[in-house]
T-cell receptor, first 113, second 111 residues
Framework: IAGITQAPTSQILAAGRRMTLRCTQD?????MYWYRQDLGLGLRLIHY???????GKGEVPDGYSVSRANTDDFPLTLASAVPSQTSVYFC????????????FGSGTRLTVV | DAKTTQPTSMDCAEGRAANLPCNHS???????VYWYRQIHSQGPQYIIH???NNETNEMASLIITEDRKSSTLILPHATLRDTAVYYC????????????FGIGTKLQVIP
């Protein structure tokens, strides 16, 4: 693993199903983030975690939950998927102690039908 | 965190300098200016950041006005591979962060 790994790369999901998007990093960055990207709306923050054991809500948190049990993993769960959650999801990390920029994963393309 | 304003799109001829502006008139004294770019469907990529001094790295230069209310990202010799969406963000360098990226500037490098 080098940097951030997101899985799956893409997924077609039936509405009402539960889905967890995985994000794993190997950089030991303390902060992690989930963004969604939709055409014309840019990148919008869903949830974030400043350090292991803590999480917070971003701009568009409804319908999503996260957990941060350890430094490396930050899964995003859709409890009951709806078509409006069709989007590209990016996980990002940041070493906030050093003031570095964000590092992004390659994204998960999710289609809810 | 302060908000930013960028043009929606810009064109640049290949080999010429691309100058991408960003307004951040409400920037606070402890907030940095960060630039990222996103090529096609890839994840955004960090380019450069600065507080008040001009910065340069292997990818680009960042010019911040003296009053810090605006900045310009300069790609000195644009190539076709620089065609991307460029995001300008202001935020504190450390500690708690909650940043929204907005829609950025779509830079089209023309052959």
């Amino acid at each position: 693993i080098a940097g951030i790994t997101q899985a799956p790369t893409s997924q077609i999901l039936a509405a009402g199903r539960r889905m967890t998007l995985r994000c794993t990093q190997d950089m030991r960055h303390n902060a992690m983030y989930w963004y969604r990207q939709d055409l014309g709306l840019g990148l919008r923050l869903i949830h974030y975690s400043n350090t292991a054991g803590t999480t917070g809500k971003g701009e568009v948190p409804d319908g999503y939950s996260v957990s941060r049990a350890n430094t490396d993993d930050f899964p995003l769960t859709l409890a009951s998927a709806v078509p409006s959650q069709t989007s590209v999801y990016f996980c990002a990390t940041r070493d906030s102690d050093r003031g570095s920029g964000y590092t992004f994963g390659s994204g998960t393309r999710l289609t809810v039908v | 965190d302060a908000k930013t304003t960028q043009p929606t799109s810009m064109d640049c001829a290949e080999g010429r300098a691309a100058n991408l502006p960003c307004n951040h008139s409400t920037i606070s004294g402890n907030e940095y200016v960060y630039w990222y770019r996103q090529i096609h469907s890839q994840g955004p990529q960090y380019i450069i950041h600065g507080l008040k001094n001009n910065e340069t790295n292997e990818m680009a230069s960042l010019i911040i006005t003296e009053d810090r209310k605006s900045s310009t990202l300069i790609l000195p010799h644009a190539t076709l591979r620089d065609t991307a969406v460029y995001y300008c963000i202001v935020s504190r360098s450390g500690g708690y962060q909650k940043v929204t990226f907005g829609i950025g500037t779509k830079l089209q490098v023309i052959p």
